[in-house]
């Protein structure tokens, strides 16, 4: 049985704070791993993927992976209150291109 | 996002009564995965098609769910004699696959089925 584990939250931080959502997943076939944002009501939305163990940076977001901890994480520099929404984690193994998704966590960024 | 076109929205349908969403994938991507989401919960993966091809459909329960991905037309997800159980959010997604963006997925708005 895949899973993606995720703490529910809710994660509340300042305006203008890091924001640090953790994830980890059970697979260790893993290959892809994925973060999405949905705000209330809406669809998910793709931010950011991240294939290859370290860092990888787009703007004001941060994915990290460690494969052999099994573990991904998202920063989210200079938090703003439209950030505010779940944001999902999720992984694929080159098998299926399935992706398992966690329960999200969600993000409250107050001013 | 505008490219996976979803309906309907909203379905509210009675117990005993059936439900059909539709998906029309992005232009250019062959393949289509329904996922379902509950209140407070993740989504869980139903199944995968490609056109008049079910590719993976691990996640859909045996009885009462069926999915289809005709060679013309949008994918359709079909619930027979829907229960208060089915009420939840069914949100279409589509991939080009052999992207290098593998498992990377454009998400529909979803259809919210209501069963009274």
């Keep these: 049985q895949k899973e993606v584990e995720q703490n529910s939250g809710p994660l509340s931080v300042p305006e203008g704070a890091i924001a640090s959502l953790n994830c980890t997943y059970s697979d260790r076939g893993s290959q892809s791993f994925f973060w999405y944002r949905q705000y209330s009501g809406k669809s998910p939305e793709l931010i950011m993927f991240i294939y290859s163990n370290g860092d990888k940076e787009d ?32 992984a694929s193994s080159g098998g299926s291109y399935i992706p398992t998704f966690g329960r999200g966590t969600s993000l409250i960024v107050h001013p | ?88 959010a069914y949100f279409c997604a589509s991939s080009p696959r052999g992207s290098p963006n593998t498992g990377e997925l454009f998400f529909g708005e979803g259809s919210r089925l209501t069963v009274l």
């Design chain 2, 1 to 88: 996002n505008a490219g996976v076109m979803q309906n309907p929205r909203h379905l509210v349908r009675r117990r005993g009564q059936e439900a059909r969403l539709r998906c029309s994938p992005m232009k250019g991507h062959s393949h289509v995965y329904w996922y379902r989401q509950l209140p407070e919960e993740g989504l869980k993966f139903m199944v995968y098609l490609q056109k008049e091809n079910i590719i993976d459909e691990s996640g859909m329960p045996k009885e009462r769910f069926s999915a289809e991905f005709p060679k013309e037309g949008p994918s359709i997800l079909r619930i027979q004699q829907v229960v208060r159980g089915d009420s939840a």
């Design chain 1, 59 to 90: 703007g004001r977001f941060t994915a990290q992976l460690n494969k052999a901890s099994q573990y991904v994480s998202l920063l989210i520099r200079d938090s703003q209150p439209s950030d505010s929404a779940t944001y999902l984690c999720a």
